[in-house]
């Protein structure tokens, strides 16, 4: 979608608007403009993305991978990661905490954790290790799908859009200490409100479109979740209606051309919902999920490689025989992980995961 709207940037020669339900839906595009030197003109800014939970969170985890030192930091998100102890007993092992020790070596060499707890302590050590390693994008997904922010993102019912935009601007910036530092400009560059009228490209929120006209419109994030705002656009009809105005508002600034941008898939993964206001328009009948006609094959081969690649020494496992387990060891595809029940066993990682019978604790 942003890689479309670059190129549509580059080209532009007439009045062109593009318009979004919300602000942060244009922040990954302001970024790439603004790293491409491409004009364009944005009517409104607003900084409150930057501190939202889920972005402070996501930015504080990943910068503590660059200073695992930073006991303070770490305190505040702990418990967000799946780590159950007790702030007290965390605490009081990091004030024993040497000069130049990270906080794992504090929490390893203290007393008074249980087994699980060390194991858990350790797993985390090894991602923590390996996030500056990985691209912006990669880290992110680790810390949301194997570290256990996913979870707590579910529990606390946070709002996941969010997290979509960073995963965005994430595959614009590679490495995540590059990507640190483009957040904080941008941040900044939201934050001075400076006029931009450089070009006849314009981002606006559809509500800011009022009365106004364009050559060209190009709605992006039309999809269910987005516009309209619910995942389950029936639930609410007084609410559907309210989008749905807002909607007509949108495709109704055009003068010669509109141009809708749905998608099928988010970052390679199909998405979950379709757009009910697309279909609508369009007089499509409602997308049907294909019926299987025989049982789903297994995962891919270069699937199952990219998965392997998480599996490493510290990390908690969960086998479907054997139960919860430390992975201690990795040779080749064989690995030996220490269950709490059933041992110590030498398994084939590469044939467990083709199988279903293994995957990351969360």
């Known amino acids: 979608q942003y890689q479309y709207l670059l190129k549509v940037a580059r080209d532009c020669q007439r009045s062109t608007a593009v318009l979004y339900r919300n602000n942060d839906s244009a922040l990954p595009l302001i970024d790439l403009l603004d790293q491409e030197g491409v004009p364009y003109t944005c009517r409104q800014r607003e900084g409150a993305f930057f501190s939202s939970p889920v972005v402070r969170d996501l930015t504080d985890i990943l910068a503590f991978a660059f200073d695992c030192c930073d006991r303070d930091k770490f305190l505040s998100f702990y418990y967000k990661l799946d780590l159950k102890i007790k702030k007290t007993v965390l605490a009081g092992l990091l004030r024993c905490q040497r000069e130049g020790d990270t906080v794992f070596d504090a929490l390893l060499d203290g007393d008074g954790l249980e087994p699980w707890q060390v194991g858990r302590i350790k797993a985390l050590q090894t991602h923590f290790s390996k996030l500056p390693q990985l691209t912006s994008f990669a880290a992110l997904q680790r810390i949301v799908r194997y570290m256990g922010y996913g979870d707590y993102m579910k529990q606390q019912h946070m709002d996941p859009s969010r997290l979509d935009i960073l995963l965005a601007m ?23 409100d400076a006029p931009s009228n450089r070009g006849p490209l314009v981002l606006s929120t559809i509500h800011a479109s009022k009365g106004l006209e364009y050559d060209r419109v190009i709605l992006i994030d039309v999809v269910d979740g987005v516009l309209p705002n619910a995942a389950e656009p029936e639930a609410d009809p007084a609410a559907l209606e309210e989008e749905r105005r807002l909607f007509y508002v949108g495709v109704t600034r055009a003068k010669r051309q509109l141009e809708l941008l749905t998608y099928e898939e988010k970052f390679g993964v199909p998405a979950e919902s379709g757009s009910t206001f697309v279909s609508q328009l369009l007089g499509e009948a409602p997308r049907q999920e294909p019926q299987a006609a025989v049982p789903p094959k297994g995962p891919s081969t270069e699937q199952v490689a990219w998965w392997e690649k998480d599996y490493l020494p510290g990390t908690e496992v969960t086998h ?43």
């Open 170 to 192: 994430a595959n614009q910036t590679q490495g995540p200490g590059p990507f640190l530092l483009r957040l904080r400009e941008l941040r900044e560059m939201m934050a001075a």
């Open 320 to 362: 479907r025989k054997f139960g919860r387990g430390l992975l201690q060891s990795k040779v080749g595809n064989i690995a030996v992980i220490s269950f709490r029940e059933a041992g110590v066993k030498k398994v084939d990682l590469t044939a467990c995961l083709k199988k279903g019978l293994i995957e990351l604790t969360h």
